[in-house]
Every structure is written in structure tokens, then in C-alpha cells.
């Protein structure tokens, strides 16, 4: 039987050592790749030849954060399957990674049984939730989003330009934000701008930690 082909993303090293010595030690599994940010794991998949049939991705990486690498690598491979590893339960997370498209969201509290039951299910073409947040899940969907997501000011701000707020927080300057997102300097701060309308944010101070509130930076 052919082993299905599987990349692992997280920042966290010695996890994703780990994560990747529990997908090998399974015999219908083969980790054909690895990535530490969400830059790296976009290069790492659109390299591989033939592609990935799974990707377990976490959400909060320096760089590129979960949710933008998932948007990229499906903008190249719509029909790539994406099981989401992350210490984040709010809904607007899950919410958010389904409408970009994943297949499975797990909760890294699981144990290594329910990660392999979550990464199978996904690789059959199924869709897995962790069971303690399927039901606000699936509430939400059925109530059209009102209940768990209501609309804010996040909402108005674009995918670039959460990108450059999360480089923001990180400390990168203009500069080695423009390198990093092949834009120009004068585009970064045009989004940083725009950014501090539309949230009423008038510093850096300000933009870190709204940016850690939303998870898109660490603390």
C-alpha cells in the first residue's frame, strides 16, 4: 500500500519533531516534509513534486501566520486537504480556517489517538472537528454565523494587510516587511495606514498588542 504523503507545520520544534516521528511510525503514513513558519511551509509545499496529500498546520507562526499559508497553498492547490493543529479554540478561529477551506480543525490538547483519528478522517475526504468545539461549530454555521461571529471592525481588514500587522507586531521595519511580501516599502506602510483607520490604533504599541489579542502574535 502506498503510504500517504503528509507535511507538517509548526513553529514549536521539538512538537513538530515529535508530531513527525508519530505520523512516520505509522505504516500509512510518510512525513515527506516539514516547515517552522508559514513562508517556509508555502516554499516546502508548492516544491514538492508530487504534492502533499495532507498538511497539519498550526495557526500561530512567526512570518506568515496559519491562517495566510492556508490561503496561499490553496490558492496554488485547491483540492490539497489541511488538518488545522492549533491551542486555539475561539470561534472565530475555527470559523475562520473552515471558510478558507481546511478539512479537519483539532485541538492540540487531543491525544496522539484522536490527532491519528482527525488526520484519517481528513485523508478519506471526511471533514474532523475536535469534539469539544464541534457543537459550537456547528451552531454557528446553522445560525448563519450570528451568534459566534458578529461583525467588527476585524472583519474590514484584508488578508495583506493582517499579514503586515502580524510582521508589525514581530518587529520587522517597513523594510524587511516589503522584502518578505515582495511589495514595496511605501505599500507597507500604505497598509499600516489603513490599518490604524479602520481598527482606531495610532501606534505600534497599540498594533502589537491588538495583534496578540488576535493571536496573530505571541506575547
Not at 22 to 40: P, T
Request: proline share 4%.
Amino acid at each position: 500500500m502506498e503510504k500517504k504523503r503528509v507535511v507538517v507545520v509548526d513553529d514549536n520544534t521539538l512538537l513538530r519533531e515529535g508530531l513527525c516521528l508519530m505520523i512516520n511510525a505509522d505504516e500509512s503514513l510518510k512525513v515527506v516534509g516539514e516547515a517552522h513558519d508559514g513562508l517556509s511551509a508555502v516554499e516546502t509545499i508548492l516544491a514538492l513534486e508530487p504534492g502533499p496529500d495532507l498538511v497539519l498546520m498550526d495557526l500561530s507562526m512567526p512570518k506568515m501566520d496559519g491562517l495566510s499559508a492556508i490561503r496561499e497553498i490553496r490558492r496554488h492547490l485547491p483540492d490539497i486537504r489541511i488538518l488545522t493543529l492549533t491551542i486555539h479554540d475561539a470561534d472565530h478561529f475555527v470559523l475562520d480556517c473552515f471558510e478558507e477551506g481546511v478539512s479537519g480543525y483539532c485541538l492540540k490538547d487531543a491525544t496522539q489517538e484522536e490527532l491519528l483519528t482527525a488526520v484519517n478522517v481528513v485523508l478519506s475526504g471526511k471533514t474532523y472537528i475536535s469534539p469539544g468545539i464541534a457543537d459550537k461549530v456547528m451552531e454557528g454555521y446553522l445560525e448563519g454565523r450570528k451568534t459566534l461571529k458578529k461583525k467588527s471592525a476585524w472583519d474590514n481588514v484584508t488578508p495583506r494587510e493582517r499579514e503586515v500587522l502580524k510582521l508589525v507586531a514581530e518587529g520587522y521595519t517597513s523594510k524587511e516587511i516589503a522584502q518578505m511580501l515582495c511589495i514595496s516599502p511605501k505599500t507597507v506602510e500604505r497598509h499600516r495606514s489603513n490599518i490604524m483607520g479602520k481598527l482606531d490604533l495610532h501606534n505600534v504599541s497599540e498594533l502589537t498588542s491588538f495583534a496578540i489579542d488576535q493571536g496573530l502574535a505571541a506575547p
